[in-house]
T-cell receptor, first 115, second 114 residues
Framework: DAGITQSPRHKVTETGTPVTLRCHQT?????MYWYRQDPGHGLRLIHY???????DKGEVSDGYSVSRSKTEDFLLTLESATSSQTSVYFC??????????????FGPGTRLTVL | DAKTTQPNSMESNEEEPVHLPCNHS???????IHWYRQLPSQGPEYVIH???SNVNNRMASLAIAEDRKSSTLILHRATLRDAAVYYC???????????????FGQGTILTVHP
């Protein structure tokens, strides 16, 4: 299994509260991604990173910010959580090489509930 | 991003082969065809990917049409553990100016009967 962990695994918070989710990898992979998954939907990309301090927006970035100050950590912040951000959040990593596979490894997910 | 079309659901019996189709008529020359699957309550996991030629690995085979407008994921002997949502995704490989972003559709829900 790829060395990727997410914390916390579960969180319940209230509307208007700031929330930070952490993705940590031990693989030294260049690329990291944050996705969200809602019932009945596939995963949707929120933000991604292609290096330390290099990040960009995905398709559903409104209300989210990210930071990557070191290779191993990619933080996702909800500045002021809303009920529409209740979801399961997945982090993924990709080495960006073609040997042996250029694939994304996903973390176990964080279930976030905003009341 | 080019889109893919997959059946909403498919069923199979244990130990039988399963062919999961995917249509991608607007695929571009730099798009790889990726397959991921998601078991219940887990994150997606990589299954296989290819560009033009058929590919085999320990999990599955990928058959790509000559015009690349469709592909088929083949599970040679389905097991109960293969019950999952299977996603067919088009994406450039991560590296250089490509960031390996994946766009997930609804996928195909595969049910495997004992």
């Amino acid at each position: 299994d790829a060395g990727i962990t997410q914390s916390p695994r579960h969180k319940v918070t209230e509307t208007g509260t700031p929330v930070t989710l952490r993705c940590h990898q031990t693989e030294n992979h260049r690329y990291m991604y944050w996705y969200r998954q809602d019932p009945g939907h596939g995963l949707r990309l929120i933000h991604y990173s292609y290096g330390v301090k290099d990040t960009d927006k995905g398709e559903v970035s409104d209300g989210y910010s990210v930071s990557r100050s070191k290779t191993e950590d990619f933080l996702l912040t909800l500045e002021s959580a809303t009920s529409s951000q209740t979801s399961v959040y997945f982090c993924a990593i990709n080495p960006g090489t073609s040997d042996p596979y250029n694939e994304q490894f996903f973390g176990p997910g964080t279930r976030l509930t905003v009341l | 991003d080019a889109k893919t079309t997959q059946p909403n659901s498919m069923e199979s019996n244990e130990e039988e082969p399963v062919h999961l189709p995917c249509n991608h008529s607007t695929i571009s020359g730099t798009d790889y065809i990726h397959w991921y699957r998601q078991l219940p309550s887990q994150g997606p996991e990589y299954v296989i990917h290819g560009l033009t030629s058929n590919v085999n690995n320990r999990m599955a085979s990928l058959a790509i049409a000559e015009d690349r407008k469709s592909s088929t994921l083949i599970l040679h002997r389905a097991t109960l553990r293969d019950a999952a949502v299977y996603y067919c995704i088009l994406s450039r490989i991560a590296g250089g100016t490509s960031y390996g972003k994946l766009t997930f559709g609804q996928g195909t829900i595969l049910t495997v009967h004992p």
